[in-house]
């Protein structure tokens, strides 16, 4: 399945988690109704209407505490992924860090997010864990954090280190941590019963002599065995929803690397180490045990949240058998791998040489090739993005990850290089943010910024982010609030200008309240014919310097999209703006009606057989704002 397909059936998986939560619930207000029938004494000698009140309170209080549990740990989850990473005990990876095996695994997660076309999520290290497990939450790749134990970072060489991160990229990309963070608080909501039993009857002692106390434990207990039924629902929706995700994930981190070596091995370090995958003892496991990369609890047969980790490793090695296996276990029992020391001797450190490409390309890029890259990056993007993070200087990617600098960094991005427009703009900032914020943005666009590369503004962009996204609420308002001043200081947005205000504007929109923000599509094309034809008139005005040309490019467009409808070439007056009306009723489209947008909008660039930087940014742009990420480098036919 290519991206859009992959976001359907995690929009079926939502629904279906919706009704098994549906039938969940009535289980445990069937069990709850019967345990109150025979309570009162069953209905032979009872009225009507009092058994009938009484099974009306029952249900309405069950329902009323599955409710509110399933809404307060959805309300704790509204931060993303960061909360989960810490409760979990998470250490974040400073951006600058100097540890060897942090900076190892912080370039390949850098390099993946560039290859992929998403911000760098943040990255943390559950420091106590040895076994060997990662996950990804969040709801949104601007908000997603990357975990990984501290057992992954020890045990696997880099190949191996990679194939687990592509796997956990994965579940970024194609929407499922968003569906594992309902499942947390949806689940917690039908296990909340349980909850309420056992921690009565673990406080029940105090008050064991008192008026009632024998009811109120006969309660209790009844609660936590009716209450069990939830937990027993709880898990088989776990399985049922997660195994084929991962088997799914499996999948696409072998697409994303073109090798099956490097996630084989980590499956195979798991199986033939002591410590494996599972975590310690904590009550915090089994409720996301369907988020970990393998199983972190110990579940098997029904409630086993991942496939078996030998059948994972045949569907990668068809030819391994389980007798091997067991040699390597006999191995490591004798010198545990360390995955540094397998780097050094492989050589895996060794950084792919690619070069960038000039401001224009004369070749063709085909619709169905550019949709079929969206979130499914290829080894030659992560080359390209390993080619890109080392021309970026070193100085200026320190700059990027340095809380103090970062700020003046990116504003530096927006100065132009009129002297007199950028002194307006430099106004803009110091009346803002301070004029020591001014000059230094300034100075980092004289002296780094610009002699930078084009295609490495946005990538650079994508570095910065996640130190960006640290600093407090209120500075990131009037950052944005600087930045726009800025993009409009001359009355006139560049394409360059509107791309990287978009793109800062989403992410950062989104990680300070990633929970309003998730949601699958479900709007058709015939609902928003108008925006459509908007969305492609602006970019043939771009990508165009005659009417003539961009009719042309709108018409390749737009006769890719609705053939049948009768929507002619009418020039936006407000050009590059007008997108900022439509981008909320785009981005509700059904994923497959985006898959179909995204070909028109290709159609209409490449209608003259080239591309150019600022279309290629703008092309990124629309997929990143429409939650598409489109990998830095577009494939030709």
């Known amino acids: 399945m290519n991206f859009f397909e992959q976001q359907a059936a995690a929009r079926r998986a939502s629904t279906r988690l919706i009704v098994l939560f549906a039938m969940a619930v009535v289980g445990i207000v069937v069990a709850v109704d019967f345990a109150a029938w025979v309570a009162y004494g069953g209905s032979a000698d009872k009225q009507p209407g009092e058994v009938c009140a009484l099974l009306t309170f029952t249900t309405l209080a069950t329902l009323a505490i599955i409710g509110l549990g399933s809404l307060y740990r959805m309300a704790s989850l509204r931060g993303g992924g960061e909360p989960i990473a810490l409760q979990f005990g998470g250490?974040?990876?400073a951006e600058n860090t100097t540890d060897l095996d942090l900076r190892r695994l912080r370039n390949v997660v850098e390099e993946i997010a560039i290859a992929s076309g998403v911000p760098v999520p943040g990255i943390y290290v559950l420091e106590h864990e040895s076994a060997i497990n990662a996950f990804a939450a969040g709801y949104s790749p601007s908000d997603a954090v990357v975990a990984v134990t501290r057992g992954a970072i020890d045990r696997l060489n880099r190949d191996e280190l990679q194939g687990v991160i592509a796997h956990e990229f994965s579940h970024i990309l194609n929407g499922d941590m968003r569906l594992n963070i309902r499942l947390i608080g949806i689940l917690f909501g039908i296990l909340m019963l349980a909850l309420i039993g056992r921690k009565v009857l673990q406080f029940s002692g105090r008050g064991r002599d008192s008026k009632g106390a024998g009811a109120i434990l006969v309660a209790a207990l009844v609660a936590m065995v009716v209450g069990y039924i939830g937990l027993f629902f709880a898990r088989m929706i776990k399985a049922g929803v997660s195994r084929t995700r991962e088997s799914l994930a499996d999948a696409s981190a072998v697409q994303f690397t073109r090798q099956t070596e490097g996630l084989a091995g980590a499956l195979k370090k798991i199986a033939g180490l002591e410590e494996g995958s599972k975590l310690n003892d904590r009550a915090d496991a089994e409720e996301a045990s369907h988020m970990l990369f393998g199983d972190g609890v110990g579940f098997s047969g029904l409630f086993a949240t991942h496939p078996p980790l030998l059948k994972r490793i045949q569907a990668l090695e068809p030819q391994f058998r389980?007798?091997?296996?067991?040699?390597?276990?006999?191995?490591?029992?004798?010198?545990?791998?360390?995955?540094?020391?397998?780097?050094a001797r492989m050589g895996l450190d060794a950084s792919s040489a690619a070069r960038l490409p000039n401001t224009a390309t004369s070749h063709v890029i085909a619709p169905l090739v550019v949709a079929a890259q969206v979130a499914q990056p290829t080894p030659d993007d992560y080359q390209r993005a390993d080619a890109i993070v080392a021309t970026i200087p070193d100085k200026v990617r320190a700059l990027a990850a340095d809380r103090d600098t970062v700020v003046p960094l990116v504003l530096g991005?927006?100065?132009?290089?009129?002297?007199?427009?950028?002194?307006?703009q430099c106004e803009e900032i110091a009346a803002r943010l301070g004029k020591p914020v001014a000059d230094s943005a300034s100075q980092l666009q004289s002296t780094h910024l610009e002699a930078l590369h084009p295609m490495l503004r946005l990538p650079l962009a994508s570095l910065a982010f996640p130190v960006l996204r640290l600093r407090p609420r209120p500075e990131l308002n009037v950052f944005m609030d600087t930045a726009h001043a800025m993009i409009h200081a001359d009355g006139q947005v560049s394409l360059f200008e509107y791309c990287l205000g978009r793109l800062l504007q989403s992410q950062i929109r989104e990680s300070l309240d990633p929970a309003k923000y998730a949601r699958y599509g479900r709007r058709k094309l015939s609902d928003v014919r108008s925006e459509v034809a908007t969305l492609l008139c602006v970019v043939a005005q771009a990508g165009n310097d005659t009417t003539d040309d961009a009719r042309r490019a709108y018409l390749a467009g737009i006769q890719r999209i609705l053939p049948s409808d009768a929507l002619p070439y009418l020039p936006r007056e407000e050009g590059i703006l007008s997108l900022d009306a439509i981008w909320e009723l785009l981005d509700a489209l059904d994923p497959l009606a985006k898959q179909a947008l995204i070909e028109a909008i290709t159609a209409t660039i490449s209608h003259d057989n080239r591309i150019t930087v600022a279309e290629s940014e703008l092309l990124r742009t629309i997929c990143g704002v429409l939650h598409c990420p489109l990998p830095p480098m577009l494939q030709g036919a």
């Not at 191995?331 to 360390?338: G, I, K, Q, T």
């Open 413 to 424: 991005l927006l100065l132009d290089r009129d002297p007199a427009l950028a002194a307006r």
């Open 91 to 93: 250490v974040p990876v």
């Open 322 to 343: 389980a007798d091997q296996l067991d040699e390597l276990q006999r191995r490591w029992l004798a010198a545990p791998p360390v995955g540094m020391e397998e780097d």
